[in-house]
């Protein structure tokens, strides 16, 4: 969105609005910009949530765990959890015989895997960035 039509929005002139944001951004409040791209339109309409518990949580094993996740494309998200489970992940499927694939061929491999839970969502109610006051 253009500097003045932010201005406009908000009642402040286009040098002021051009000013703030680049104190956010210098402050890091601002972390980059980009484009969300459909999961659905790339033919991963289905979100399954899995709960992945590991053997054990050595330092070592949790960063090779870790290392694997980030190097998946099927695996959207990953949480370091409190609680039963280590980790939480999001993995974007086309369907279930999809997931079947994920599941045998990704997180079943994944280093130091003892137990894997996973849940599909029916649908997204709300998915949004927060914003101050927003």
């Known amino acids: 969105m253009p500097h003045a ?4 929005r908000v009642g402040l002139s286009t040098s002021s ?4 944001i680049r104190a956010m951004e210098q402050d890091g409040v601002i972390q980059g910009y980009g484009v969300r791209i459909s999961e ?3 033919g991963r309409s289905a979100s399954v949530f899995v709960q992945v518990t590991l053997k054990n949580q050595q330092d070592d094993h949790l960063q090779a765990f870790e290392t694997a996740v980030k190097h998946s494309p099927d695996i959207a998200a990953c949480y370091l959890m409190t609680g039963e489970a ?3 992940l999001r993995v974007a499927v086309k369907d279930t015989t999809d ?7 990704v997180l079943t491999r994944l280093p130091n895997v003892e137990r894997v839970i996973s849940q599909f969502a029916i649908r997204t109610v709300c998915q949004k960035n927060l914003v101050p006051g927003g």
Do not use: K, T
């Open 5 to 8: 039509e932010i201005g406009e």
């Open 17 to 20: 609005v051009h000013r703030r």
């Open 40 to 42: 659905a339109a790339m």
């Open 86 to 88: 280590d980790y939480l």
């Open 99 to 105: 997931y079947e694939r994920v599941h045998r061929d």
